[in-house]
């Protein structure tokens, strides 16, 4: 059965508000499941070791959990994309000061560092480190609009987009993969891409 349109995403208000609960381990398991490769890539993009990205993603998730409380959504002084990238350089820059300071690299963050310290962090000298989160920001919402548009439609169709549009392959060899004619295979994207467009610009709407 399809999720309401009001249960998708962990980027809406009503999910954010539920993130507030430390108890709620169906909202945080999406959450994370959602963000950890929007913060890992950027992390390994920043110039960070596979280890050290991977603490960006575990101490990101922490630090938003111990924001989350006194947290109040207001897309009109900020989104939620701006806000995530602003805590993430904030944990790339302090894997940055780990490094200098000579900490062995398997050592796990210190989770108790005061966040007060770590927002006083300068943003790591990353050039183009905007450019690079609006890369994986795209992917990450990409991703997201895919897998709700999957849910809506029938499985064949998906199946059809999927080979001819994601992983271009000549329509007539789609066609013949899953015993369709080519002009399904061509309606599936028309229909598809649309409902596509549509989730990716209600995410930018809410995010951005």
């Not at 980027?11 to 609960?21: A, D, G």
């Not at 990205?53 to 101490?59: I, S, W």
């Not at 000298?125 to 795209?138: C, F, I, Q, S, T």
């Not at 992917?139 to 897998?147: E, F, K, R």
């Amino acid at each position: 059965m399809t999720k309401p349109r009001e249960e998708f995403l962990p980027t809406r208000h009503s999910l954010l508000e539920r993130l507030k609960r430390w108890d709620d381990q169906e909202s945080w398991r999406d959450f994370f499941e959602q963000y950890w490769g929007l913060l890992y890539s950027t992390a390994l993009r920043a110039g960070l070791s596979d280890s050290e990205a991977q603490d960006v993603v575990q101490d990101t998730i922490i630090l938003v959990s111990k924001k989350m409380e006194g947290f109040k959504y207001d897309p009109a002084v900020d989104s939620f994309k701006g806000w995530l990238l602003y805590l993430t350089r904030k944990r790339i820059a302090m894997e940055y000061r780990k490094r200098a300071r000579g900490r062995p690299q398997q050592t796990p963050a210190d989770l108790n560092e005061p966040t007060a310290e770590i927002e006083a962090l300068p943003d790591p000298a990353v050039p183009g480190l905007e450019k690079v989160w609006d890369e994986e920001w795209h992917q990450t919402m990409w991703d997201a609009a895919i897998a709700q548009v999957k849910k809506q439609v029938a499985m064949k169709q998906f199946q059809m987009f999927d080979l001819y549009v994601v992983k271009e392959r000549p329509a007539r060899e789609v066609a013949q993969a899953l015993g369709v004619a080519v002009a399904q295979v061509y309606l599936a994207k028309h229909r598809v891409s649309a409902l596509v467009k549509h989730e990716l610009l209600q995410l930018k709407a809410k995010l951005e």
